[in-house]
T-cell receptor
Framework: DTEVTQTPKHLVMGMTNKKSLKCEQH?????MYWYKQKAKKPPELMFV???????INESVPSRFSPECPNSSLLNLHLHALQPEDSALYLC??????????????FGPGTRLTVT | DAKTTQPPSMDCAEGRAANLPCNHS???????VYWYRQIHSQGPQYIIH???NNETNEMASLIITEDRKSSTLILPHATLRDTAVYYC????????????FGTGTRLQVTL
């Protein structure tokens, strides 16, 4: 199984709502990532988890809160978002061993619209 | 991480080889060249990577110049399904770390 799944596929939320994006992989990968992609732009990294611990936070606003409850799951909790946060949110996973960077496997993304 | 330069767009006839260039003149000795692609409305997909030697897999071939300052991704027989944005990324080895995507090359495969 080389698949990364993301739910929901689409999400529309108001600026006062609280919602969560979910990502799951069963490849035994111990590194998981959140990327944000605005229309017609390349993906930009938000967070990296390595062995269930946050290892990289790219200065993301606190209205985005990541969580890695176990090695297969990655959540992104959303609260008080702004319309400019509307984007495609991509989850990825990879092996995580010292000495090399392994290829990342991406999910299909969640298309988020903030109204 | 070294910066990469790619042409913004390319066209290729179906069945012909697509050759996508990438310049990375500031690459250092321990940096790999990675290629990903993103088909419209999908997540990026890993294609291939290499350090010094040319590499080939079931999807593509990667040709890296001897001085490692540039590389070419070759899709030997392009199909309409290869229409996508192709990203060339140069990255050091290491544990879990970020991919920094540039603007990529939009490849359009036509009949």
């Amino acid at each position: 199984d080389t698949e990364v799944t993301q739910t929901p596929k689409h999400l529309v939320m108001g600026m006062t709502n609280k919602k969560s994006l979910k990502c799951e992989q069963h490849m035994g990968h111990r590194a998981m990532y959140w990327y944000k992609q605005k229309a017609k732009k390349p993906p930009e990294l938000m967070f990296v988890y390595s062995y269930e611990k946050l290892s990289i936070n790219e200065s993301v606003p606190s209205r985005f809160s990541p969580e890695c409850p176990n090695s297969s799951l990655l959540n992104l909790h959303l609260h008080a978002l702004q319309p400019e946060d509307s984007a495609l949110y991509l989850c990825a996973s990879s092996q995580a061993q010292s000495g090399r960077m392994y290829e990342q496997y991406f999910g299909p993304g969640t298309r988020l619209t903030v109204t | 991480d070294a910066k990469t330069t790619q042409p913004p767009s390319m066209d290729c006839a179906e069945g012909r080889a697509a050759n996508l260039p990438c310049n990375h003149s500031t690459i250092s000795g321990n940096e790999y060249v990675y290629w990903y692609r993103q088909i419209h409305s999908q997540g990026p997909q890993y294609i291939i990577h290499g350090l010094k030697n040319n590499e080939t897999n079931e999807m593509a071939s990667l040709i890296i110049t001897e001085d490692r300052k540039s590389s070419t991704l070759i899709l030997p027989h392009a199909t309409l399904r290869d229409t996508a944005v192709y990203y060339c990324i140069v990255k050091m080895t290491g544990t879990a770390s970020k991919l920094t995507f540039g603007t990529g090359t939009r490849l359009q495969v036509t009949l």
